[in-house]
């Protein structure tokens, strides 16, 4: 006998704004880069090397969209004494691949982003000291604000700029995406031997040095050159 059922989850994965597009770029995985930038690793005490690329992941819905123009408002995070700010250039996946080589891993890149990646550090840290997962520290809701896409189409292949971000009208970290330690297509390549990348994957891509607490109300405004500008306030 036929009957009508009701969904159990109504599952929604967040879509982001495309540049020039009518169409979204649906967020499909969030996988985040760890201390990528020389000068970040030692403000957390490690010595930069060029060791294999580490990752953790956030979920979907630690995405936030940050409009152009527009200051976004999100709740303060709970249990936290220590809440941090970490700007990054955010890869777009357009394509699926596995184990790509680092000569056709920009072949993968539907476009870029301009993102943060927010972080408990306190919790984050408690968490490594006794050898337990980061994730109450990173993978919380509206921890990973993201400005629109741009297609690589109409940016070119991103390997510089200024990245920047000021809390409170101070800026706090201020650095060129020259300085990763991994490039853009070294991650792709790395990353894709650990998890098949598919269209709608997005890549956090490492902060620069500055990193530091954030107030409630507090806005921070994050800027890259050729993107536009973020602005949320946790409160």
């Not at 993968?108 to 994730?135: F, H, K, N, V």
């Not at 530091?212 to 946790?234: C, F, K, P, R, W």
Request: proline share 8%; glycine share 10%.
């Amino acid at each position: 006998m036929a009957t009508n059922m009701t969904p159990l989850f109504d599952i929604h994965n967040p879509e982001i704004p495309i540049v020039g597009e009518s169409h979204s770029f649906p967020v499909r995985r969030v996988y985040c880069v760890g201390r990528n930038y020389a000068a970040h690793a030692r403000e957390m005490g490690f010595d930069p090397d060029r060791d294999p690329p580490f990752f953790f992941c956030k979920p979907a819905s630690a995405i936030v969209y940050c409009p152009p123009g527009e200051a976004v408002d999100c709740p303060y995070p709970v249990k936290t004494s220590n809440f941090h700010h970490e700007i990054e250039l955010v890869v777009a996946i357009g394509s699926s691949g596995k184990d790509v080589p680092i000569a056709q891993a920009n072949e993968l890149i539907y476009g870029y982003g301009l993102g943060l990646d927010m972080t408990r550090r306190d919790l984050q840290i408690s968490m490594r000291d006794i050898g337990r997962p980061w994730e109450i520290g990173k993978a919380f809701d509206n921890g990973a604000p993201l400005g629109q896409i741009y297609p690589r189409s109409t940016t070119g292949l991103i390997e510089s700029g200024t990245i920047a971000v000021s809390v409170g009208g101070e800026t706090r970290q201020n650095s060129n995406v020259t300085h990763l330690i991994w490039s853009i297509p070294e991650i792709i390549s790395n990353l894709s031997t650990l998890f098949e990348l598919q269209s709608g994957d997005i890549i956090y891509t490492g902060t620069p040095d500055g990193v530091g607490h954030v107030n409630a109300g507090e806005q921070l405004i994050g800027s890259m050159q050729g993107l536009a500008d973020i602005s949320i306030t946790y409160g």
